[in-house]
């Protein structure tokens, strides 16, 4: 993935606010989206790059769309008519090499950057660790193909939406009464039996292998949810991390939150997630 390297500064950072008209620009981009074209952008045949593919083909629905590879990319990446979807490497600015690879929604056209942030990303939803030989999490793409197209549904409706950044996605617990929640233990940030845990969830959710994980999304599981932890490459103290709550049979964004990684606060979900996701099977 070492053509595409961004700046991650933040999971959602397109708000026009380099333009005199924030609001207005904002608007204009979310609400004249499908009058666009997406690009997606497939630079090999790894499985990744295929998966993309298949994906877009059975799902992508907000705008036409056409594949194209980098060097078509690069030819026409700055013509305003074209959005490009595709799979990149994210640093942050202290980072000396990419850690974690992102799907990322890019907005063509002449590009402006003002500190970590970029005029042309949209949106960039975390897959793996960069350099995943083994593509644990690619089973994600298909889910993050919808999302992505939500994120934009979402904005059309309420485009003070895209001033919020991440918290969007911080307040959509409630959605969750009703579904079961499978994750796997290693998810956890901090240690509690079995038994307590799905107490907190009033028996509502499921410690499970990555296995049973996989096949909940990819068999579009009805009425469950499943944890996701984005781990960057090396894992070390001062690294972050992501965490989700994704729903299998809908394909919504329920739960993120990014963490530093630290000695008292390792990688995966801490006691805090946990109260917060819990909070709507208490009532």
């Known amino acids: 993935m070492r053509h595409f390297i961004i700046l991650a500064a933040s999971l959602f950072v397109f708000t026009g606010s380099f333009s005199q008209n924030p609001i207005t620009q904002t608007r204009n981009t979310f609400n004249n989206y499908g009058k666009k074209t997406t690009k997606v952008v497939i630079p090999s045949t790894s499985l990744a790059d295929l998966m993309l593919r298949d994906a877009v083909n059975k799902s992508w629905r907000i705008s036409p769309f056409e ?13 305003t008519n074209y959005f490009f979807l595709m799979r990149v490497d994210g640093m942050y600015k202290k980072d ?32 793996q ?22 994120h934009i549904y979402r904005i059309q409706e309420s485009v003070l ?3 919020k950044g991440s918290l969007i996605y911080s307040d959509r617990v409630s959605m969750l009464k009703g579904k079961t929640v499978l994750f796997s233990k290693d998810q956890l940030g ?14 509502d959710a499921k410690l499970v292998s990555a296995d049973d994980i996989e096949d909940a999304v990819t068999d579009n599981k009805k009425n469950s949810a499943v944890a996701v932890v984005v781990i960057p490459k090396g894992g070390t103290a001062g690294s972050y991390c992501y965490k989700m709550i994704i729903t299998t049979d809908s394909h919504q964004l329920l739960f993120l939150r990014r963490q530093k990684i630290s000695k008292r606060s390792p990688a995966g979900f801490s006691a805090e997630d946990i109260r917060k996701i819990t909070a709507p099977y208490q009532f």
């Open 67 to 79: 594949f194209c590879d980098y060097a078509e990319y690069q030819k026409i990446k700055q013509d």
């Open 190 to 203: 901090y240690e509690i039996a079995d038994e307590e845990f799905v107490k907190l969830f009033k028996g």
């Open 129 to 150: 660790q960069s350099e995943d030989l083994d593509g644990g999490n690619l089973f994600l793409i298909p889910a993050y193909v919808d999302i992505i197209q939500d």
């Open 161 to 163: 939406l895209a001033f």
């Open 96 to 127: 000396l090499e990419p850690k974690i690879e992102y799907l990322t929604l890019i907005k063509g056209g002449a590009e402006v950057k003002r500190g970590l942030y970029s005029s042309h990303n949209i949106i960039n939803l975390p897959i």
